[in-house]
């Protein structure tokens, strides 16, 4: 029987030392010359660039197992957009989050019509059960896009007032991109920055436990288990903290 081959084939750094580089580099606010530097500490010499690299072609790939090892997504459907600027150019980031907050899906768009919903109602079928209720702002383009997709024409359509602060759960979903545009002061190509949010998403949130609902021992173990089921994503068979 052949061997498949390993995942970091041709790589001549320990599988340890990438996988930790894509984690940090997704899961805190730490730009790729910190993680450089961190690296630097450990004994580890490899520049920002081939670091860049490594996020771009394991990330996306990490991200999609991570997705598909969490649970069921919840039935309610919280969907919002957000304004960004690349190179001084105005996009809208649509977002899907399920009644618990984990990240159904994004997408990164020029406009907000009828088109561009409609665009991203099917993006977010493809991966994503159909929902039971979506709840929306008061933007025109969400109903008469929903309306001209089958599976979701009869889905009941919450309408909330942004002013009133009630759809939480989405806007809510939009801070840690915030965080992370000011840490790399703007984001900029359009294609990389999607690549990038759709693993940034779901990585952080594989990690990011509730902790305010948690006793310590609780959270501990949580968090212990997060990282074994992260081994396995990444294919490392040992534990970086032990050394790489």
């Not at 109602?121 to 991966?127: I, Q």
């Not at 436990?209 to 294919?235: C, D, G, P, V």
Request: net charge positive; hydrophobic share 40%.
């Amino acid at each position: 029987m052949k061997k498949s081959k390993s995942l970091y084939h041709g790589h001549r750094f320990p599988a340890g030392v990438i996988s930790c580089a894509v984690r940090w580099y997704h899961r805190y606010q730490l730009s790729l010359r910190d993680i450089e530097e961190l690296l630097f500490e450990r004994g580890v010499i490899v520049t920002y660039e081939t670091i860049r690299c490594w996020c771009d072609k394991f990330g996306a790939g990490f991200a999609r197992r991570v997705k598909a090892a969490r649970r069921k997504p919840g039935g309610i459907w919280h969907l919002d957009e957000m304004f960004v600027t690349l190179r001084g150019e105005p996009y809208l980031l649509w977002r899907a989050v399920d009644e618990h907050g984990a990240e159904l899906d994004i997408l990164l768009q020029k406009r907000r019509d009828k088109a561009a919903a409609k665009r991203f109602f099917k993006r977010v079928l493809r991966s994503s059960p159909v929902p039971h209720k979506i709840v929306t702002d008061q933007l025109r383009s969400y109903p008469a896009a929903k309306a001209e997709i089958p599976e979701l024409a009869s889905v009941k359509h919450v309408f909330v007032k942004a002013a009133a602060r009630l759809n939480n759960r989405a806007e809510n979903s939009h801070q840690p991109t915030r965080e992370r545009e000011r840490r790399m002061r703007g984001f900029r190509d359009p294609k990389r920055t999607q690549v990038f949010l759709s693993s940034f998403g779901l990585i952080r949130q594989h990690f990011a436990l509730k902790r305010h609902l948690l006793s310590a021992s609780t959270y501990r173990k949580q968090l212990a288990a997060k990282f074994i089921a992260w081994r396995e994503f990444t294919e490392v068979t040992r534990n970086p903290s032990t050394g790489f």
